[in-house]
């Protein structure tokens, strides 16, 4: 198996995060993120913070004004200075997490703030050539829906030593991940024949239900496999 690690740094054009250089020191950090493809909206949760409690007001205020929102459906106060924000997001197609998505990146972490986002994704792969492809074409769709900072990729030897994760995964975590990987080539770039509704029909639970087991066994899966933090 091959695995690489990619940062990203972009401004993303006509987006709501665009416009957080208007309110220094905001910063938004990734909780939780569903794209509903058939539907052509995302459902999103987001910790919004700052240094002053006035100037994170003003901008949840503003955020549902901002572009690609469909909606806000809630905001939760953590503290004077750091608030939950749940939102739906528009435009799915331009949805730089969906781009990575459907490129096999899987998004571990995405920071907003001064005007630009910031991406941390996996990708898995058996092909080293199928790798470098679904970089490159990345690069070049991210680049239409924005400027692009900094793309760093890292590699990970296949060398490196560590102990199978394979059994800290619940049973459905393994099975799902199983099917999604061996049956269908969820993983693949352009992705097989399988989705998350084929998974979701399979197991008879929902999409949102798969999403959590699949996310949870590849973060245990990465943990594992980057334990060295000689390679971070």
Known sequence: MRLAK??????HYNDWSYYTRDFEGVRTSMRYYYPFND????????TVTGNRGGTVKSFI???????NIVDVVSVGKINNRSYELVFLGGDIKGMLKYVILEHGGIVISSYVDSGTKDFTAYFFTKDTNELETSLTELHNE???HGKIITYKVSRFPKTMVFTSPIYSLTEIERKILQTAYHKG????YPRGGINLD????EFNISKATVNIHLRNALRKIISSYLGNNDYF
């Open 142 to 144: 991210l680049s239409n």
């Open 6 to 11: 990619l940062y990203v740094r972009i401004e």
């Open 61 to 67: 205020r503003r955020f549902r004004y901002l572009g």
């Open 198 to 201: 084929n998974l979701a029909k």
């Open 39 to 46: 539907r052509g909206y995302s459902f999103e949760v987001i």
């Open 185 to 188: 080539g969820f993983f693949n």
